[in-house]
C-alpha cells in the first residue's frame, strides 16, 4: 500500500502565477481534505472532497479551488499567488462515512517569491 | 470560536525521563480527537483516535488519554528518536479536523 501520496515534494512560483498540487488517496478511502501549514503552526483546513463535490470549506479565499476525479485523486488549484501561499500544503485521506482515521501524505512545500 | 490548544509549545527531556503532554479544545459538533507525530518537513504520522471521555490508547512508549475538555499524550522513559512535534487534532462533524499548533517535543541522550 503506497499509503498518500502528494505530488511534487517541493515548487518555487512567482507572485501572481498560478499552481496545481495532486493527491492519491490511501487504498480503499474515497475522501482527500487538503490543509495548510505554515512553518511552526498546525495545519488549517482548505476544503473536503467527496463524490467529487467540495463537501466543506474552511476559511480560505476563493484563489483556493479544487477538484476531486472519479478514482478519488484530487487537486489543489491556487490562482494569483501571493508571498503570504508560501506554506506546506498537505493532503489527508480518510473513509467517506466519516472520521475513524485520516492519513497524511508527505506534503508539497510551496515557496512564493 | 472553535478552538484546539496545546500545551506546551516547546518540551526538552532527558532520555528516560517520562511527561506529558496537554490538548485542551472547545469545538463545537466534536466526534472525537486524533494525535499526531510530525518530523521537520513531513506529513504528520497518524498515532491514535480517541472517541469518548474515559478511553485510553497505548502504543510502545506512548499513552494517549481523552476527558471531556482535554487530552493528554503520556510519554514513558522517552528516547531521542521520539523527538518531534506532536499534534492534536479535534474531528469536527464528519468532514473536518481542527489542530492545535503542536508541542515540539526533543529528548537528549
Known amino acids: 500500500d503506497a499509503g498518500v501520496t502528494q505530488s511534487p515534494t517541493h515548487l518555487i512560483k512567482t507572485r501572481g502565477q498560478q499552481v496545481t498540487l495532486r493527491c492519491s488517496p490511501k487504498?480503499?478511502?474515497?475522501?482527500v481534505s487538503w490543509y495548510q501549514q505554515a512553518l511552526g503552526q498546525g495545519p488549517q483546513f482548505i476544503f473536503q472532497?467527496?463524490?467529487?463535490?467540495?463537501?466543506q470549506r474552511g476559511n480560505f479565499p476563493d484563489r483556493f479551488s479544487g477538484h476531486q476525479f472519479p478514482n478519488y485523486s484530487s487537486e489543489l488549484n491556487v490562482n494569483a499567488l501571493l508571498l503570504g501561499d508560501s506554506a506546506l500544503y498537505l493532503c489527508?485521506?480518510?473513509?467517506?462515512?466519516?472520521?475513524?482515521?485520516?492519513?497524511f501524505g508527505q506534503g508539497t512545500r510551496l515557496t512564493v517569491v | 470560536e472553535d478552538q484546539v490548544t496545546q500545551s506546551p509549545e516547546a518540551l526538552r527531556l532527558q532520555e528516560g525521563e517520562s511527561s506529558s503532554l496537554n490538548c485542551s479544545y472547545t469545538?463545537?459538533?466534536?466526534?472525537?480527537l486524533f494525535w499526531y507525530r510530525q518530523d521537520p518537513g513531513k506529513g504528520p504520522e497518524f498515532l491514535f483516535t480517541?472517541?469518548?471521555a474515559g478511553e485510553e490508547k497505548e502504543k510502545e512508549r506512548l499513552k494517549a488519554t481523552l476527558t471531556k475538555k482535554e487530552s493528554f499524550l503520556h510519554i514513558t522513559a522517552p528516547k531521542p528518536e521520539d523527538s518531534a512535534t506532536y499534534l492534536c487534532?479535534?474531528?469536527?462533524?464528519?468532514?473536518?479536523?481542527?489542530f492545535g499548533q503542536g508541542t515540539r517535543l526533543t529528548i537528549n541522550p
Open positions: 489527508a485521506s480518510s473513509g467517506g462515512t466519516g472520521y475513524t482515521e485520516a492519513f
Open positions: 487504498s480503499g478511502h474515497d475522501t
Open positions: 472532497y467527496y463524490e467529487e463535490e467540495e463537501r
Open positions: 469545538v463545537s459538533g466534536l466526534r472525537g
Open positions: 480517541l472517541y469518548s
Open positions: 487534532a479535534a474531528i469536527q462533524g464528519a468532514q473536518k479536523l481542527v
